[in-house]
């Protein structure tokens, strides 16, 4: 169903938590901005002083041209106001009252009036209406030498404080709240990043959960309630995958007893019946289905199976006890089992599965191989096991078959329930080896184990 | 030969029961492991058998209990599972042998005196298998009631495999009883034994087959009788 649609590339929980923290952090500049500016509007007096510094200090900055210049010192830039729309005049002054320069609008004149030598900062308004004029003086130092700068500004509204509004809010507002917001924005990065860590670990932790070891729970991270919930919730799926994985393993025990013992009554009841061709057909009928009963356990047993991640299985002890276990069966078929140690074969498994399996592997090969003849069974060197047989062998093309439930190649073939290879192969599964069918060199069927390393 | 049987299932209980009577064994039937319990305060039983799912307990523990009373009577355990984990741990308890279900009443019948043959068993004086007979206490060898010579170690291998007729028993276990009081093992000892005695039961017309399990181990069987191996062609 997801394979109509386009994929959806998920976003990550770092990129969303980010990205929500940086537009908090924004939508604090805009308001911040609002309530500055509202802040000014409101209070028209600081307004009249900075506007006063603020062309002050423009005319300071050209005192040493002025000095130095003769005629008209003025440049052409101070000719103009910094606010438009508005007259200025002003007027400076050096220590002892001798003027240093003097710039007069066409309308406004400043009285030729030496400030207090003690005076550092002034600021007069005077109002009309809408109209305004602004009278000050402030007291710079330009190359170690104080001047008095006396600044008239007439205008009318407000639009002439717009730029030194604009000049607060630059300096003052947005350059710092940029520095403040970065460090926020990086401050954010790493908090999230950290808090996310635990979140990243518990999933690699999940990751890591091998799906054939039911018994197994995440370590809990204790310092985060909100993973702690996802482990405890992971770990009680874990216990209910386990509960059902125990269950299944429990019918086999029950349908082990429940079917034995009705099996065990009816052999009994058979052998009591004299002896005649039906008795032996009866005797054959319950054993088929004694071995049916055993493979379905073996294979529903195979099935639940868990392997420990310590489990160590010894290849070569198992196998001897599996061959001691069915020489006498094979020798009273006239068929023998010859078992060869071929170096050390211990492995990562589940003894009693791998010895049900072999079970299963070596009760199949006597069954195709000849009377007179030998199964043999090698282990080693390393994991892997072999079990060759002098009967026809296996085509190439039904090798894949006979590892499924229920297959026989041989429809007549009256002994177990087809079940033999498939608990061999779904064990194999589990260990994560191999089952290879083979021709042995000579003929007959080479059915090989293989494990993997380490 | 008295013999406990502690088994739930009323039908199973009197087929193994007529059976084992059928071979000379005497009975006693029980369906609970309590009331069992009880019987053995009285009785003095030669040979136990034990149902592992037992109705009101688990027999494994039963078999602990009984052990620890210093009863050293021999314990077959019956029982449905299967798993060597089962086997191990029912063994490890106290218990002699096992038996799976389903079993039919040669194989109840045979563990039941091989159990009985054991040191410390009741049968203890004289194994058979086929014309060949082995006495334990005066440890002669017997070809169809006639005495033939067998040097001592090639006695205890035979003892040992006689005493597990028709199971393989393992090379350790026989080096072990060859050797019980020598140290000197050479590693084809016991292969050499083997022949020689196979060689030695031969001529002497014993009607028992020494079996090579190779690698594994030897068994001893019965020679398969004509009319076993026509049975046995004839089975669909």
């Known amino acids: ?454 | 030969m008295r013999v406990l049987l502690a088994e739930d299932n009323p039908r199973l209980a009197i087929l193994i029961a007529e059976g084992l009577e059928a071979e000379g064994f005497v009975l006693d039937r029980f369906a609970s492991l309590s009331v069992a319990w009880e019987s053995m305060a009285v009785t003095p039983y030669d040979l136990l058998l034990i149902d592992l799912g037992m109705p009101d307990g688990d027999g494994v523990d039963f078999i602990r209990a009984v052990r620890r009373t210093g009863s050293g009577a021999p314990i077959l355990v019956i029982t449905a599972r299967n798993g060597l984990g089962d086997r191990v741990g029912g063994l490890d308890s106290g218990a002699d042998d096992y038996l799976v279900k389903p079993f039919d009443m040669a194989e109840l019948a045979a563990r039941c005196r091989a159990l009985l043959r054991r040191p410390g068993g009741c049968l203890g004086i004289v194994l058979s298998l086929g014309n060949l007979d082995f006495d334990t206490v005066a440890r002669e060898v017997r070809v169809g009631g006639r005495v033939i010579h067998v040097p001592p170690r090639e006695r205890d291998l035979l003892e040992r495999l006689m005493r597990r007729a028709g199971h393989v028993v393992s090379k350790t276990s026989l080096e072990e009883a060859m050797y019980a009081l020598s140290s000197e093992v050479t590693p084809n000892a016991l292969e050499a034994a083997a022949s020689r005695l196979r060689r030695r039961l031969g001529a002497a017309g014993a009607d028992v087959i020494l079996h090579t399990a190779h690698g594994v181990g030897y068994m001893l069987v019965p020679a398969p009788h004509p009319t076993d191996a026509g049975a046995e062609r004839e089975a669909p």
């Open chain 1, 1 to 454: 169903m997801t394979a109509s649609r386009p994929p959806v590339v998920p976003r990550s929980l770092f990129f969303r938590l980010s990205v929500r923290l940086a537009l908090v952090g924004l939508v604090f500049l805009v308001v911040e901005l609002l309530v500055v500016v509202r802040m000014y509007v409101n209070n028209p007096n600081e307004l009249d002083h900075l506007l006063v510094t603020a062309e002050a200090d423009r005319i300071a900055q050209e005192i040493p041209q002025m000095r130095g210049a003769a005629g008209n010192p003025v440049s052409e830039d101070l000719q103009y106001p910094l606010a438009s729309g508005t007259r200025r005049a002003f007027l400076i002054h050096e220590r002892g009252g001798a003027v240093v320069a003097r710039f007069d609008d066409a309308s406004l004149k400043i009285a030729d009036e030496p400030p207090l030598s003690f005076l550092v900062i002034r600021t007069q308004r005077e109002s009309w209406d809408s109209r305004f004029l602004l009278t000050g003086t402030r007291r710079v130092e330009v190359g170690r030498h104080p001047y008095w700068i006396t600044v008239a500004i007439a205008g009318e509204g407000f639009r002439p404080f717009v730029p030194v509004i604009f000049n607060e809010i630059r300096f003052h507002v947005i350059l710092p709240l940029i520095l403040l917001s970065l460090m926020f924005l990086l401050f954010n990065f790493s908090v999230v990043r950290t808090t996310l860590k635990p979140l990243e670990t518990t999933i690699a932790a999940i990751d890591r959960i091998d799906p054939a070891q039911v018994s197994t729970r995440i370590a809990a991270e204790p310092s985060l309630r909100e993973v702690q919930a996802l482990v405890t919730a992971v770990n009680a799926m874990l216990a209910r995958i386990e509960r059902s994985v125990c269950a299944l393993r429990d019918f086999a025990g029950d349908a082990a007893h429940e079917l034995r013992t009705p099996l065990a009554i009816m052999m009994l009841s058979i052998g009591k019946l004299p002896d005649s061709v039906e008795k032996a057909k009866l005797v054959a009928d319950a054993q088929r289905m004694k071995r049916l009963v055993d493979q379905m356990l073996d294979m529903s047993h195979a099935t639940a199976l868990e392997l420990a991640p310590d489990a160590q299985a010894d290849l070569g002890a198992i196998a001897r006890e599996v061959v001691a276990e069915l020489t006498p069966l094979a020798v009273m078929r006239g068929r023998t089992i010859a078992f060869r140690d071929a170096g050390a074969a211990r492995v990562h498994g589940h003894g009693d599965a791998i010895g049900r399996a072999l079970r299963n592997l070596v009760e199949n090969a006597l069954a195709h191989t000849p009377a007179g003849t030998a199964v043999e069974v090698t282990t080693g060197p390393g994991g892997q096991c072999a079990v060759r047989d002098h009967g026809p062998g296996i085509p190439p093309e039904r090798r894949g078959d006979v590892l499924e439930r229920f297959r026989r190649l041989d429809k007549r073939a009256s002994d177990g329930a087809g079940l033999g290879l498939a608990i061999v192969s779904t064990t194999m599964e589990l260990h994560n080896g191999d089952v290879r069918i083979e021709d042995a060199p000579g003929g007959g069927a080479l059915m090989r184990l293989i494990f993997p390393r380490g």
